[in-house]
């Protein structure tokens, strides 16, 4: 039995893994998918929504398991799960990045954006309670994150996508070889993401040391787009990590 915790990216809350956490349950493994703060039911005000509240708590979360976790990060939360895994290395039994963001220590997210040379996402500068945010309207979140949904799965879902705080896309990672370096770490790939660059993708992969990498032909939201696919991913990784 594997135990499994799934981190949301930005925009987004746990709703979106609900289509991958039941096969996994059903599989005998044990998943935990929280809302990070300010984001679905946690309601936090934006102005405490930064990249050290979201690792910690991914890191709260994580210290309720008795075993060792795979941490499984979408998108901007590569950042955050990587965060993670330098707090509490020894309670990590691999990392797996969807499609994700791994800035290297001193880096961040907003870092990573500037390196794509495939992908310019539109967003809306807003602010909420006087926080700077961005918003992303649903043609941009269409053309981007879900350019593979069926008309009735995004019509469900993009309500549900909120204001992203800005301030946890500039905060630099620490990131030390001590701790996050040696925590095992897999990639998946998704080959028709217009949200990632491919090739960024593979650059970050390979930086990072991931072994192994792994690609879906999916858009940059498998976990509605191809749940199946994404959970035997996923649950053929969890047996690497037990090697």
């Not at 934006?46 to 708590?57: C, L």
């Not at 954006?113 to 309670?129: A, C, G, M, S």
């Not at 996050?180 to 990639?187: E, I």
């Not at 970050?204 to 040391?209: H, I, L, P, Q, T």
Request: hydrophobic share 45%; proline share 7%; aromatic share 8%.
């Amino acid at each position: 039995m594997a135990n499994f915790v799934l981190v949301h990216g930005a925009y987004h809350a746990a709703w979106c893994w609900q289509r991958v956490v039941p096969v996994l349950e059903q599989a005998g493994h044990r998943v935990s998918a929280p809302d990070l703060p300010g984001h679905g039911d946690d309601k936090a005000p934006p102005a405490d929504v930064t990249m050290s509240s979201y690792a910690g708590r991914v890191a709260e979360v994580v210290a309720g398991f008795e075993a060792p976790v795979i941490l499984v990060g979408h998108s901007m939360a590569g950042a955050v799960v990587a965060q993670a895994a330098e707090l509490m290395p020894d309670r990590i039994a691999q990392v797996i990045f969807l499609t994700a963001y791994i800035p290297a220590d001193g880096q961040s997210v907003a870092d990573m954006v500037r390196q794509d040379t495939n992908v310019r996402i539109p967003v809306t500068r807003l602010e909420h309670d006087g926080v700077p945010c961005l918003g992303i309207e649903p043609y941009a979140l269409g053309r981007h994150f879900y350019h593979d949904a069926n008309p009735e799965d995004f019509a469900w879902l993009k309500d549900k996508v909120q204001t992203q705080p800005i301030a946890p896309f500039g905060a630099a990672l620490n990131l030390s070889a001590e701790n996050f370096d040696r925590v095992k770490k897999a990639y998946i790939l998704c080959r028709d993401d217009r949200a990632i660059g491919f090739s960024l993708q593979r650059q970050m992969a390979a930086r990072c040391g991931c072994n192994p990498v792994v690609t879906m032909k999916s858009g940059h939201s498998p976990f509605i787009t191809a749940p199946n696919e994404l959970c035997q991913l996923l649950l053929g990784l969890a047996g690497d990590s037990d090697n």
